[in-house]
């Protein structure tokens, strides 16, 4: 049985590792500007929390002291994650996860705002990344609301030129 749950362990790291590696290179790359406009680029350096805030959500969503409210929260998510059908398409390089992004940091931030103290305690211990996951949530959240009006046409624009 241990032998098991070390095997789903190993999957699990490796999938977060090329996920990170994945979103890294996309970073290092900055030709997605050119594509999609320059709102993209504020949102690269987020990007690299992605597989940080998968992994936390998974943590909250084994945790037995976290709500069934709040179970369906990240739940919601994941089948957003999971989905094939997304409001930026995946196959547009780093785009395509800046609205996995958004979705998630979304109900992340529905989730720190009306749980108790306790679970933002667990929060806050099972947060991988560097920065601390409060700010991160709050900085995306002000970013989405300036650059709300920007990503329509941003969209629009690549497909334009797409067809060309």
């Known amino acids: 049985m241990g032998n098991s749950i070390k095997k789903k362990e190993k999957k699990y790291q490796d999938f977060y590792q090329k996920l ?17 406009g320059k709102w993209t680029d504020k949102f690269v350096q987020y990007l690299l929390i992605l597989p940080d805030i998968v ?26 994650l999971i ?12 785009a395509g996860f800046v609205d996995d992004l958004l979705v998630s940091i979304i109900i992340l931030n529905k989730i720190i705002n009306t749980v108790d103290t306790q679970i933002l305690y667990k929060i806050k211990t099972y947060w991988a990344g560097e920065d601390d996951i409060f700010v991160k949530v709050k900085e995306i959240t002000s970013l989405i609301n300036d650059l709300s009006s920007q990503i329509p046409k941003s969209i629009l624009n690549f497909m334009k030129k797409k067809k060309s």
Do not use: C, Q
């Open 55 to 80: 992994h936390l959500m998974i943590k909250l969503l084994v945790d037995k002291e976290v709500s069934p409210l709040t179970k369906s929260y990240i739940l919601m998510a994941f089948v957003y």
């Open 20 to 36: 990170r590696e994945k979103i890294g290179k996309w970073a290092k790359e900055d030709k997605l500007n050119k594509k999609t």
């Open 83 to 94: 989905s094939p059908i997304d409001i930026i398409p995946d196959f547009i390089p780093v």
